[in-house]
């Protein structure tokens, strides 16, 4: 029962593979092969029992049968071990006794989904690495290329299209040292047996624990059953780097409406409408960006889990951190590939300063106004100026160096380049400069 | 690339069938051939076009390309409709130019989505009616079972199970007619074309709307592109059924505590505790309860459309609602299992009002000795006997009846039964016929 | 310690005093002297108690110490309570001890509540009937204003400005309608006493709750404790509802972008910027907007309510309702204004199309085309005069006219006017119309 | 307007203040000194004004009107900063003029939720200390005290108390260390002007912001005005430690039912049931629990900021940010009070293990029968005992013991104590001292 539709959006091939079936009865098999091994080494199973576990595959395992086996028992795990016990059984009747010998059933669940999620944020890391590159170099790129600052989607003083990239940049460079580090946390050996103390194992269990984090190179934990805060807080960090991902896109969305036209992502049809370029990789970024703020809070809400195994908590969880992930891998995917190929009109960028007709300069002249005439005066010629400039006759400057209070008090060099962008710049570049610097450690 | 294991306790065999790849192809081709046989009756295509189309199958559309498609045009509706024209080229090629006139990519996926939701929704009405009436059956079967009232999860005085059972039935058919009523406004056609107004059709426009309605028995509706308030609607009403089956399950979980015995689901192993039954059915609607929030919140996040078709709002959606719905029906069918087979200790119920050794009745007693004594003087007689019963030599009811001002001021007969729980019911079963009454509306 | 900065875009005045202290005091004392009415009116308690519980304030009441108390009790009911018993006894010890009598502390603040919102419904109401007004208003006055449609934030062929705000009007509507539907439901008395049965007022409790309920002019409810539902569709249906408003101010905000500028808000000044005009109501709007999917996951979240009082569940409802209640408000009232004074600049619209070159009639040349020429023909001539258009040189239409297959195939007259905005309207003004009476329904 | 009803469960008294508007006054005030001072300190504007500003106080500040200015200007800046300079002028009206010079509206607002922040997150981390020793205290004194394990809500194995709270510590001090970072990341200086380039400061811009952070004692950054990473990384650790408070307290209000009793909180009155001691602390916690993830959701949602400023995003983050934070107080406050003085009952803690007779020992009874009898045969035995112990004549042991095939297997000296509790607890003590150690890093 595949959705490529539903999900065609949400998530990624490669992704998709990562959370298949296959994938996940992989790495529950690893566990309990895992498992095994540590467990013989120990002296707590027999060596036979090794071999025969270990010979076994997810080939012969049905995913549909063990997904529907988890509405009668509330797990996957229950199904799962038992499917494997019966392949083992077929080879050797004995050992099949000591699969998934003192473990309990959240036990391989988790651990099956630390596996998991180690792939997953492998890839995802690979896609960061790409969509910074492209970003660091239309950064650089255009550190000298001059557009409006729009607050309040209204026009405000320049900026350079490099110091916007640059705050791009380090936004998801932080974003995605949240998303590492606290993966790093949140992928860990789950084994704690029934209650969490492994006292099936006997005096011997504290030993098998560290073998079996290194047979699956995971790091060890204290057995962590309900207590999902780690977990919780790769979930969140995913959804602060997806938060990012939508601003930018949002962005960029926004500058390649047709009025504005300033950039362009490749690629975009439409199905009625031949003449159409759309933002079709903005699109999938802000809708992850949708999702993701609900997907966080579905995950919090689940962390409230009772005593030493919830009923209903932890069940919760892994549709939500498999669509988060994937989504999170679906945006940036669509943002990398965006970033690598944008197009920048630059003339476009410096038109639609022109378009202001200078007035953006207002806050510029203020400054040079305020302390030889005042406040009140300075803003009672201001406003002459721009009221000048809105009739669209002439620009803010010209209208500003016709009023003579204001020649007598603004050095004529300023005032011939008081609406010259390439003046009013401030620290763009050293900003510029800062955020990628900071990025880059 | 199915995800079985992920979507265990997520989704039901059923309702992945309707959210499946396949489901939503014929969804989508159900679209097109009516669209075709519409704007043939008005003359807009060729008659033999809609033959050419309506003999199409979805056997030969590649879902997994379609999807892949979307990442590029950002959504499913162009792959499909040119995969479609292919498939109808093969046999006829100059009517796959007809395939499609006039609609836009959001018409097909819109209506298709509206098509698998009245598919959905049957089936979550028919699991409705299955749980409603064994709800109803607990509840009259249980009228007079008597069990401890509980609040902040500490004993009050008592209640009937039949009530409890009552109060759930209630609340459930008012979610669920919320439900059913924002499914009703929600499944609609959506059919405006590239802006909304059926330009392309011309003057006909108007006249293919009713018709292509009426070949998908789907009610018209003015184009909705970016009015998604009748969907949202329809999530929410899932979420807040899934938040009362959430509460049932609660309550059912509590009450299987093996501290509090009173009732059993059926079923339930585990895979390291052979002496367990878990109470899987209440883990698996609140693993529901948990996850609906958050979709009920992503889905609202995603309706600020922009102008006549969103960038990533509408692009959020299909996964939400498919996995909202998923969600409702899985937590209905367990719940719907449990509820059909669920045991009821009453004697356990006696028991648990017993063990509080009637100080539950301490409310009662002052409603007799406020007037009398005043509340002061009241509260300070009723102490005492609490003060005796906690201790736990004598119930509540007998150290209130060793106090002379006690036995002066209730009538003995009253005294004497003070903490039969029979005498302390109040409008218990009143309120237990009027709830089923009136949810029976 | 008021918080009128933190609030500043979160409420309105009118609204931060429905769900002030002394609002809640007035409505809890409210309740309880109603009570007081109807139980001594079937004779439960002494005629004289009314009297004194009735001449009661809230001046006495201290609303911090009564905050203050619910920290170690879990409700402000009972530090309410005492506080007014401590004032009747002040004048009557005796009728002191009536307080309250039978009614446990979730009776008098869900009533209270309830209470709370019928005010604050009656608010939204007034302010959704201006905006209504307002919208409406400007629909008729630009039926026939042309615009761009947009989707995907790209141009898209012409819609109407009126069509737009119809849409805005209907969507808006039904919102309302909910919310209103949702509230009559939501809106009603609480009334169970300890445990829901009204056991404490013995065989007369049946006959208090009509009295009561009318005495507070709501309607009868069998006790509904921990059975949230009513009130929960009512916060999602104030979430829809406020989702829609965000959808109008996007459009706003969007269409008021320097580089559009087709419409404008009225206000809007700037800290540092003295030239710019802020979509100031826009983004109050939208703050909302962003709040609301939120508190519904918050409100929905807390429902799953244990037995028949929760712990925690109960407690987490009214920060919710009163936020989300308050910010739906504000939104209102922000769009309200903006709504009735928005400026129009129907030539910007005209410009604006004019920008395209004719390009977004691509659509309607192929519908022409198609027929006579089969699509792939076709869409290499519109292609060509796509390109023509694009280099700026002359437009679409007279592109088009200037290919002999075309000038063959369509109608001298249709071709000349291919790209008159006027002639491809579509159903545009239909669909205002069906819009407008369908929401006035 | 105050609203301490309305909030009552959702602040404490403190936080209440913290987030005031005579709090956020000061802060916004003391940002506007300490950037006149540092502006006069490189020369940007006259030093007299230092003065003049710096003299200023907030008593004449009218924050109900500020707050009701934020709703034609979409914030609260431009009143409070034409509110400051009149305040200025009435001392000097030159130095009125250079109030806020080159500082944009989001420069104070975000400075000054920094500064509240700062001042909220020590009382935070206060409450976090008196919580983390009160519950090592309890841990350290319950490190031998066996109960119960149980997962989803049924027997399991024994655990110890201490381990409990152990892992209770583990993760609060994990979740502590989240927001302890991030607000580290979060709480920083604002300072970028209009477009977020200092620009209208001309060359001395990137002087004044080092001078400016040093005054205010916070940490220097690039201006950050529409990349909110850092604060909702900070949002999400409050959302992940709440989530952990709740567990907690979910784990002490289900040990508190009354068929439970293993421990109680202090306090919990009841305003209709003079027997009750209820849950009120778990049920503040559980309150703020259902609370913050839809929080936190509502601050990713307005993440998604246009370019250099916001309309909507930015303006909708001050309510939540507030809320979150003093719900997290609120938690943390009644949670340290009820675990200073939780009374533990660990008679009744034994007497929960005794009522399952034995049964949960059935786990380790198949460890020693497992390799010498083969699984199958191993369940057969055990499940005989089962129904034997079910039956409630003897205990799981003692019918185990009664099984000549047993008896032949298992050491009898084993046999003997197989449901001795102290027998069966593996790890615990080993994992608890591991978990506080942990937890002290």
Same mark, same amino acid.
């Given at each position: 029962?595949?959705?490529?539709?539903?999900?065609?959006?949400?998530?990624?091939?490669?992704?998709?593979?990562?959370?298949?079936?296959?994938?996940?009865?992989?790495?529950?098999?690893?566990?309990?092969?895992?498992?095994?091994?540590?467990?013989?080494?120990?002296?707590?199973?027999?060596?036979?029992?090794?071999?025969?576990?270990?010979?076994?595959?997810?080939?012969?395992?049905?995913?549909?049968?063990?997904?529907?086996?988890?509405?009668?028992?509330?797990?996957?795990?229950?199904?799962?071990?038992?499917?494997?016990?019966?392949?083992?059984?077929?080879?050797?009747?004995?050992?099949?006794?000591?699969?998934?010998?003192?473990?309990?059933?959240?036990?391989?669940?988790?651990?099956?989904?630390?596996?998991?999620?180690?792939?997953?944020?492998?890839?995802?890391?690979?896609?960061?690495?790409?969509?910074?590159?492209?970003?660091?170099?239309?950064?650089?790129?255009?550190?000298?290329?001059?557009?409006?600052?729009?607050?309040?989607?209204?026009?405000?003083?320049?900026?350079?299209?490099?110091?916007?990239?640059?705050?791009?940049?380090?936004?998801?460079?932080?974003?995605?040292?949240?998303?590492?580090?606290?993966?790093?946390?949140?992928?860990?050996?789950?084994?704690?047996?029934?209650?969490?103390?492994?006292?099936?194992?006997?005096?011997?269990?504290?030993?098998?624990?560290?073998?079996?984090?290194?047979?699956?190179?995971?790091?060890?934990?204290?057995?962590?059953?309900?207590?999902?805060?780690?977990?919780?807080?790769?979930?969140?960090?995913?959804?602060?780097?997806?938060?990012?991902?939508?601003?930018?896109?949002?962005?960029?969305?926004?500058?390649?409406?047709?009025?504005?036209?300033?950039?362009?992502?490749?690629?975009?049809?439409?199905?009625?409408?031949?003449?159409?370029?759309?933002?079709?990789?903005?699109?999938?970024?802000?809708? $992850?960006?949708?999702?993701?703020?609900?997907?966080?809070?579905?995950?919090?809400?689940?962390?409230?889990?009772?005593?030493?195994?919830?009923?209903?908590?932890?069940?919760?969880?892994?549709?939500?951190?498999?669509?988060?992930?994937?989504?999170?891998?679906?945006?940036? $995917?669509?943002?990398?590939?965006?970033?690598?190929?944008?197009?920048?009109?630059?003339?476009?960028?410096?038109?639609?300063?022109?378009?202001?007709?200078?007035?953006?300069?207002?806050?510029?002249?203020?400054?040079?106004?305020?302390?030889?005439?005042?406040?009140?005066?300075?803003?009672?010629?201001?406003?002459?100026?721009? $009221?000048?400039?809105?009739?669209?006759?002439?620009?803010?400057?010209?209208?500003?160096?016709?009023?003579?209070?204001?020649?007598?008090?603004?050095?004529?060099?300023?005032?011939?380049?008081?609406?010259?962008?390439?003046?009013?710049?401030? $620290?763009?570049?050293?900003?510029?400069?800062?955020?990628?610097?900071?990025?880059?450690?």
């Amino acid at each position: 029962m595949s959705s490529h539709l539903i999900d065609s959006l949400a998530t990624t091939t490669e992704l998709a593979d990562v959370f298949s079936d296959r994938s996940l009865l992989q790495a529950m098999l690893d566990f309990e092969i895992a498992l095994a091994q540590a467990e013989a080494a120990v002296g707590l199973i027999p060596r036979d029992a090794v071999a025969a576990i270990a010979s076994s595959t997810i080939d012969g395992l049905d995913a549909v049968e063990i997904g529907r086996s988890a509405r009668s028992t509330g797990t996957v795990s229950i199904g799962f071990v038992t499917a494997l016990a019966t392949q083992v059984r077929s080879r050797d009747s004995k050992s099949a006794d000591f699969v998934h010998f003192g473990a309990t059933s959240q036990d391989v669940a988790d651990t099956a989904m630390a596996l998991t999620l180690r792939r997953a944020v492998a890839i995802l890391a690979a896609e960061h690495a790409r969509l910074d590159g492209a970003l660091r170099r239309l950064s650089d790129a255009h550190a000298r290329t001059i557009m409006l600052g729009r607050t309040l989607l209204q026009p405000a003083p320049p900026v350079t299209f490099g110091l916007k990239v640059a705050g791009w940049v380090a936004a998801l460079s932080r974003g995605w040292r949240g998303v590492d580090a606290a993966a790093a946390d949140a992928i860990a050996l789950q084994f704690g047996g029934a209650a969490g103390t492994l006292a099936a194992l006997g005096e011997r269990g504290p030993q098998v624990a560290p073998l079996l984090a290194r047979n699956l190179g995971l790091p060890e934990a204290v057995p962590w059953h309900t207590q999902r805060d780690r977990l919780a807080a790769f979930v969140c960090a995913s959804g602060v780097y997806v938060a990012t991902l939508g601003k930018v896109a949002r962005d960029v969305s926004l500058l390649m409406q047709h009025e504005v036209a300033e950039v362009a992502e490749p690629g975009g049809g439409s199905s009625a409408m031949p003449h159409k370029r759309n933002p079709a990789a903005s699109a999938i970024v802000l809708a $992850a960006a949708n999702r993701t703020p609900g997907l966080v809070a579905a995950f919090l809400a689940g962390m409230v889990q009772e005593h030493e195994r919830s009923a209903g908590g932890w069940h919760a969880e892994w549709p939500t951190v498999a669509h988060i992930v994937q989504a999170t891998g679906s945006a940036l $995917a669509a943002l990398a590939d965006a970033a690598s190929d944008l197009s920048v009109d630059v003339k476009q960028m410096r038109a639609n300063i022109d378009l202001t007709n200078g007035t953006i300069f207002a806050e510029r002249a203020m400054a040079f106004l305020l302390a030889p005439l005042g406040k009140k005066k300075a803003e009672g010629l201001i406003g002459e100026a721009l $009221a000048e400039a809105r009739k669209g006759s002439m620009t803010f400057g010209a209208a500003l160096s016709a009023i003579p209070e204001v020649v007598r008090v603004i050095d004529s060099d300023v005032l011939r380049r008081i609406d010259v962008p390439e003046d009013y710049l401030g $620290a763009a570049e050293l900003f510029r400069a800062q955020l990628l610097d900071e990025a880059r450690r």
